[in-house]
């Protein structure tokens, strides 16, 4: 059978671009869509005919019903937030069923969450001398300390009673004491958490498989993947913003690792860029803009965290930082999001360098004390101010906001292949030459 072009889609960013929306329009271009990073941090919005679905775990493909959802194995399972989360879509009519015939299914070795790792998570985020993140308060950084201090617990096991019991009774002595040493926390009760976590296991079982085997499977057959990225490439715990990142792989190399599809069967790489820049929780960030601009983009581009409710920090958009993100994810094409939200800006600066010691750069510090000597160079563009909302052809865009997207296209090492006019599934701009991609 031939291949047929699989695709990894990514946030470009520090997350929050617009993936769910996109990933929801692109997936009736393919048979699968798994998620290979990340857990219930994400929060992916998809608006279909303005109903208002919210995804952490689940893979945005799901909610077209001939599309399969995985679960990869890079990914960190709370098992109560998965059970929540497919409740509420079957609540929406979504005939959402593991096993044969079924269309989610969820790896047996991706790691399981516990109430430990939220717990030690919360007490080391408010503990006087260390740094804070800003985390989302999920448990997700100290659930992937123990998949590689390889003391975790997998999806398998879970599903294990004994096997179960006694990692829950280990972990949870090991966990108590030790923070209740370093910060005082009440110990949790081993005995209702095997309790509770075995009666989720059985209502897990159905939907577990070996999920490297179905995917491989499914590109033998013919069949396209797309696979979905959580968070952003800023937030990659190695080419991120470190400290200030995640603790999962969450650029487009993630994706082999975190289903077990090799290089060779990815296809192409798609990121997500907004047309400017957001960021919650804590780090650095050049263009961030601190005047009522900021207040504009925030209050017409709802920025507020899906998962925390949190005001996102809002900038103007950096090049350099999106020509290192494409440069590390062998990004072939962009999707630009929230071009309506700059609707109403009468000048838009974009950062096209860094100044460090009065020399033009684009060298991205890899410390954080570099990131405080980067002064940004703008270029200002004019603003396009009338409405672009819900156009769905490029041609009808202001030449403003074409000439906005010619600029970025060309500064930014990789071709735009979408741009989308507002969060519907339907307010969306896709250019002949990706939609020929799409095609293969
Ligand atoms: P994700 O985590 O990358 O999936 O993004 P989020 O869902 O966390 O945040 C993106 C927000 O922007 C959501 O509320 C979307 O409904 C919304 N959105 C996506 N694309 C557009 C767009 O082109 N215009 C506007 N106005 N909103 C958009
Ligand atoms: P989606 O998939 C935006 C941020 C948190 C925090 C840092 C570490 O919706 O784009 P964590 O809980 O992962 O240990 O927090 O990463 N963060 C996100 N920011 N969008 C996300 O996901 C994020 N997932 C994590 O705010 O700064
Ligand atoms: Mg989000």
Redesign the pocket.
């Known amino acids: 059978m031939t291949q047929r072009k699989s695709a990894v889609i990514l ?1 470009a960013q ?4 617009g ?1 769910g929306k996109i990933v929801d329009v692109l997936s009736g271009h393919f048979d699968v869509v798994a998620r290979y990073a ?1 857990g219930h ?4 919005t998809v608006i279909i005919s303005g109903k208002r679905f919210v995804l952490q775990l689940i893979p945005c493909g799901v909610l077209r019903p001939e599309c399969k959802g995985v679960i990869g194995n890079g990914v960190v399972l709370d098992p109560m937030a998965f059970l929540s989360e497919v409740k509420k879509l079957r609540e929406a009519g979504l005939p959402i069923e593991g096993g044969p015939g079924g269309q989610l299914f969820v790896s047996n070795r991706a790691q399981v969450i516990l109430p430990y790792h939220r717990m030690i998570e919360l007490a080391a985020e408010n503990a006087p001398g260390r740094t804070k ?6 448990g ?2 100290p659930a992937y300390e123990d998949k590689m201090h390889r003391n975790g617990l997998r999806v398998v096991d879970l599903l294990n009673p004994s096997l179960l019991r006694t990692h829950i009774n280990n972990a949870c002595h090991e966990k108590n004491t030790i923070a209740h040493a370093l910060f005082g926390t009440e110990p949790l009760d081993p005995k209702q958490m095997y309790e509770e976590y075995a009666r989720a296991a059985e209502q897990l079982a159905p939907f577990v498989t070996d999920t490297a085997v179905l995917l491989n499977d499914a590109i033998r057959a013919g069949q396209k993947v797309m696979f979905e990225g ?3 490439a800023l ?1 990659d715990i190695d080419h991120g913003t470190y400290p ?4 999962s792989s969450s650029t487009a190399g993630g994706a082999v690792t975190g289903t077990g599809v090799g290089p060779t069967r990815m296809g192409t790489v798609i990121g997500v860029t907004k047309a400017y820049v957001t ?5 650095p960030f050049p263009t961030e803009i601190n005047d009522s601009s900021a207040e504009l983009l925030r209050a017409r581009g709802q920025e507020y965290g ?2 925390t409710g949190r005001p996102r920090r809002c900038g103007w958009l950096d090049l350099p930082l999106l020509r290192y993100s494409n440069m590390i994810n062998s990004t072939e094409w962009l999707v630009v999001t929230k071009m309506d939200v700059m609707d109403e800006c009468a000048e838009i600066p974009v950062c096209t360098h860094y100044k460090v010691d009065g020399k033009l750069t684009d060298t991205i510090p890899a410390d954080m004390r570099g990131f405080d000597l980067i002064e940004p160079v703008f270029t200002t563009l004019k603003g396009w101010s009338c409405s672009t909302e819900g156009v769905t052809e490029f041609e009808r865009l202001p030449l403003l906001a074409q000439e906005y997207l010619t600029f970025l296209e060309k500064e930014s090492g990789a071709r735009i292949g979408m741009v989308s006019t507002g969060p519907d599934r339907d307010q969306t701009i896709t250019l002949p030459a990706f939609a020929e991609t799409l095609s293969a």
């Open positions: 946030g520090w997350g929050d671009e993936k990340g941090n994400a929060g992916h993140i800003g985390t989302t308060s999920r997700i950084g959580a968070q952003g937030l200030f990142v995640t603790s960021r919650v929780g804590e780090g899906a998962v």
